[in-house]
């Protein structure tokens, strides 16, 4: 599985933004559970939100249960994230990964290649 993510970038505090993550390859994305993960500059990588293959189960970090949702749409093969009430404090990049070996929080096996959130106060 290739995981393509996209959607980031620079909005004011209180802004949204949506984040997508479109996988590629033989096994269908449906096949995995998948999260979101982020890294700030300086500080170490923390999961942010994760979903079951089939979207039934959903977990979020503290920091943004309320602000944030995690999705999917298996038959286009893509999980989202939408961010809102965004604060600076959300700013880093942010990863994409399917196929946890332990759900929701991982390791996970396949990861995308990151896309930059910058958030302006």
């Known amino acids: 599985v290739q995981l393509q993510a996209s959607g980031g970038g620079s909005v004011q505090a209180g802004g949204s933004l949506r984040l997508s993550c479109a996988a590629s390859?033989?096994?269908?994305?449906?096949?995995?559970?998948a999260g979101w993960f982020r890294q700030a500059p300086g500080k170490e990588r923390e999961f942010v939100a994760a979903t079951s293959w089939r979207g039934d189960m959903t977990y979020y970090a503290d920091s943004v249960k309320g602000r944030f949702t995690i999705s999917r749409d298996n038959a286009k093969n893509t999980v989202y994230l939408q961010m809102n009430s965004l604060k600076p404090e959300d700013t880093a990049v942010y990863y994409c990964?399917?196929?946890?070996?332990?759900?929701?929080?991982?390791?996970?096996?396949?990861w995308g290649q990151g896309t930059q959130v910058t958030v302006s106060s």
């Open positions: 390859g033989r096994t269908p994305l449906s096949s995995y559970a």
């Open positions: 990964a399917a196929e946890s070996r332990q759900f929701p929080l991982g390791p996970y096996n396949y």
